[in-house]
C-alpha cells in the first residue's frame, strides 16, 4: 500500500489570497496547449500561423471553464445548485466535467472557425492532440484535492484517501493520468504527425478520449449523489462517454472513406487555408 501524499491544496498565497494547485494545473494546461500549438502551427504545410494559437487559446480557454463548470453542475449537482445558486462560481472547489467542457470547447471552436473561414474539422483536427496533456494536469489536480478516488483494492498501489476510510483505493486519478493524459496525447501527436483525412484526428481523440474513460470507471467510485445509473456498474461518466466513442469511430471512418489525405496550403496573414479536398481519380481509360 501506498501513503498519500496528502499535499496541502493550497500552493501558496498572494497577501491574503489563496492560489490553490487545482488552479495552477489548468494554467500548466493551457501552457502546455499554447508551447504545443505553436510547434504544431511551425510544422511544414499546417497553412497555420503561431500568432492565431493565441487566439485559439482564449476560445478554448473560455470554453474549458464555462463549458466545464456547467456541464458539472448540469450533469452530477443541478438540484444542489438549484437552491444554493452560488455554487455556480465556485470553481475553485473542483467539480468540473470533461463532457462539458468539451462542449464549452466545441462551441468555441465553431466561432474561432467561423472567424479564420476554416472548416469546424480543420480546426479540430489542429487542435485534438493539444487537448490531453491539460486532461492528466487536471486530474493531478483531482489527486491533490484527494476527491474522485476510485474502489477499495488490494493492489500493492492501493492508497488511503483521507475522508474515504481506512481502507486502500485505487489511485483513479493518477490512472486518468496517465490515460485521458499522456497515453492520448503521444497517441493523438503521432497519428497527426503524417497527413491525414479530415475529421480523422478529432474522430480519433472522441474514440480514445471515450474509450479509456469508459474503462476507467470501472475501478473508480461515483458521485455519491448520483451513485450507479443501472446494472450496478454503470455511472454517468461511462453513460456521457458512450455517444463520444460512437461519435469518434463515425468520424474515423468517415473521414477515411472520403479521403483526401494532402495537407492544407499554406496560409498568408489574414487568409484562410484551403480546405483539403480528396484527389480526381482518373478514369481507367483517360490520359494525362
Known amino acids: 500500500m501506498l501513503t498519500f501524499p496528502d499535499i496541502d ?42 500568432e492565431e494559437v493565441d487566439d485559439l ?9 464555462l463549458g466545464g463548470r456547467l ?10 445548485t438549484l ?19 468539451l462542449l464549452g470547447v466545441v462551441a468555441a471552436l465553431w466561432f474561432f472557425s467561423r472567424s479564420t473561414r476554416r472548416s469546424f474539422f480543420q480546426v ?7 487537448i490531453p496533456l491539460g486532461l492528466g494536469f ?60 479530415v475529421m480523422a484526428v478529432s474522430g480519433l481523440f472522441l474514440l480514445g478520449y471515450g ?4 474503462a476507467v470507471e470501472f475501478v473508480r467510485l461515483p458521485d455519491e449523489h448520483l451513485g450507479y445509473l443501472a446494472f450496478d456498474w454503470l455511472t454517468m461518466g461511462q453513460l456521457l ?13 468517415w473521414a477515411y472513406a472520403r479521403g483526401g489525405t494532402e495537407p492544407a496550403a499554406p496560409s498568408a496573414p489574414g487568409k484562410p487555408a484551403r480546405a483539403n479536398r480528396p484527389r480526381p481519380r482518373k478514369s481507367k481509360g483517360s490520359r494525362s
Not at 83 to 101: A, D, T, Y
Open 9 to 50: 491544496p493550497i500552493a501558496f498565497h498572494v497577501g491574503s489570497w489563496p492560489v490553490r494547485w487545482y488552479g495552477l494545473m489548468y494554467l500548466a494546461g493551457f501552457a502546455a496547449f499554447w508551447w504545443l500549438g505553436r510547434v504544431r502551427a511551425k510544422e511544414p504545410g499546417r497553412g497555420w500561423r503561431v
Open 57 to 65: 487559446l482564449f476560445y478554448g480557454a473560455l470554453g474549458v471553464i
Open 71 to 80: 456541464g458539472y453542475v448540469i450533469f452530477y449537482d443541478l438540484p444542489y
Open 83 to 101: 437552491s444554493n445558486p452560488s455554487n455556480l462560481i465556485k470553481i475553485w472547489q473542483g467539480g468540473m466535467s470533461f463532457h462539458g467542457g
Open 124 to 130: 479540430s483536427d489542429f487542435v485534438a492532440p493539444l
Open 138 to 197: 487536471g486530474r493531478i489536480g483531482n489527486f491533490i484535492n484527494g476527491e474522485l478516488w476510485g474502489k477499495t483494492t488490494s493492489l500493492s498501489w492501493g492508497m488511503v484517501f483521507p475522508g474515504a476510510g481506512a481502507l486502500p483505493r485505487h489511485p483513479s486519478q493518477l490512472y486518468q493520468a496517465l490515460l485521458e493524459g499522456l497515453l492520448l496525447f503521444l497517441i493523438l501527436w503521432f497519428f497527426s504527425k503524417r497527413p491525414r483525412p
Open 211 to 214: 474509450g479509456l474513460r469508459f
Open 241 to 253: 462517454s458512450v455517444p463520444m466513442v460512437g461519435l469518434g469511430a463515425g468520424l474515423l471512418g
